[in-house]
């Protein structure tokens, strides 16, 4: 079981930058997935989170509107488009996997089985 993250780098203010996650080893589909991110020296944040098959999705109120996750099923790979980017959404950035992930608890990173092994988005002004 492994997830691999990549598509992380350096973007000026207001760009925008599109992180993939593949999977190997497991289905995403059958999993809640979802991405997060940690800046140095906070707590790792759920940024985007979804299970489709039960209708739940989670957006940190500070990307709403400007990220969106998505998942490609024949590709088996999560993705997570993010425009209008600011300075603060500078982190190192992870994506996840759980199979028994609470409905109101998408954002909380306790609920994920596997994660991938971030990639940094840096965002200058």
């Known amino acids: 079981v492994q997830l691999q993250a990549s598509g992380g780098g350096l973007v000026e203010s207001g760009g925008s930058l599109r992180l993939s996650c593949a999977a190997s080893?497991?289905?995403?589909?059958?999993?809640?997935t979802g991405w997060f991110r940690q800046a140095p020296g906070k707590e790792r944040e759920g940024v985007a989170c979804f299970n489709e098959r039960k209708g739940y999705t989670y957006y940190l109120d500070s990307v709403k509107g400007r990220f969106i996750i998505s998942r490609d099923d024949v590709k088996n790979t999560l993705y997570l488009q993010m425009n209008s980017l600011k300075p603060e959404d500078t982190a190192v950035y992870f994506c996840?996997?759980?199979?028994?992930?609470?409905?109101?608890?998408?954002?909380?990173?306790?609920?994920?089985?596997?994660w991938g092994q971030g990639t940094l988005v840096t965002v200058s002004s």
């Open positions: 080893g497991f289905t995403l589909d059958d999993y809640t």
């Open positions: 996840a996997a759980g199979s028994a992930v609470h409905s109101i608890r998408l954002h909380v990173p306790n609920e994920y089985d596997y």
